[in-house]
């Protein structure tokens, strides 16, 4: 089993639409989790970061974590065609002054306008 | 400043050549990363500096080799490619919360 599962997708949305992208994992020392957007042919652009279970929303888009059942997810708003990329789930641990970080696949993710 | 500065973006090298990619931060970070990214795959550790001193090294193969000459700057010294190794290199950096990737240099191997 990996530590992290990602729905690979890809997933194709209306404009206006409400995007859920979801994320499990089996490690329970995982402290932070994060959501990076990437785009084609460019280095991943963190969009979240949180390391308790609950909500975090920033704009139109939501984090959301459940330690209990090891489950994380994003919610993008009236997703809009800009939104169109490679959306990628991150989980890190620390360890001894760095980062131990651990990704899922990627779903890749289109809005039709 | 709040990026990982990358440089170049794009670099064709011959299998015999020697190359070095560079990164960047002034964030105040003491974690400095490379990731190796192909195509529709996440990225994957190669190597991890904390406080300029190497902490991981995944088993890379020889013909690449980090340096971190301070806290701000970390290189990668390409040797005696393969083909195979073209990708896209990343850089990150890290200090408490986030993870912040610089955009990343096109390598191809000819």
């Known amino acids: 089993q990996k530590e992290v599962e990602q729905d690979p997708g890809p997933l194709s949305v209306p404009e206006g639409a409400i995007v859920s992208l979801n994320c499990t994992y089996s490690n329970s020392a995982f402290q932070y989790f994060m959501w990076y957007r990437q785009y084609s042919r460019k280095g991943p652009e963190l969009l979240m970061y949180?390391?308790?279970?609950g909500n975090k929303e920033d704009g139109r888009f939501t984090a959301q974590v459940d330690k209990s059942s090891k489950y994380i997810s994003l919610f993008i708003r009236d997703s809009q065609p800009s939104d169109s990329a490679t959306y990628l789930c991150?989980?890190?641990?620390?360890?001894?002054?760095?980062?131990?970080?651990?990704f899922g696949t990627g779903t890749k993710l289109q809005v039709i306008p | 400043d709040t990026e990982v500065t990358q440089t170049p973006k794009h670099l064709v090298m011959g299998m015999t050549n020697k190359k070095s990619l560079k990164c960047e931060q002034h964030?105040?970070?003491?974690?400095m990363y490379w990731y190796k990214q192909k195509a529709k795959k996440p990225p994957e550790l190669m190597f991890v500096y904390s406080y300029e001193k190497l902490s991981i090294n995944e088993s890379v193969p020889s013909r690449f080799s980090p340096e971190c000459p301070n806290s701000s700057l970390l290189n990668l010294h390409l040797h005696a490619l393969q083909p195979e190794d073209s990708a896209l290199y990343l850089c990150a950096s890290s200090q408490g919360t986030g993870y912040t990737f610089g955009s990343g240099t096109r390598l191809t191997v000819v």
């Open positions: 964030m105040g970070h003491r974690a």
């Open positions: 991150a989980m890190s641990v620390n360890s001894g002054g760095y980062q131990k970080v651990t």
């Open positions: 949180t390391y308790s279970s």
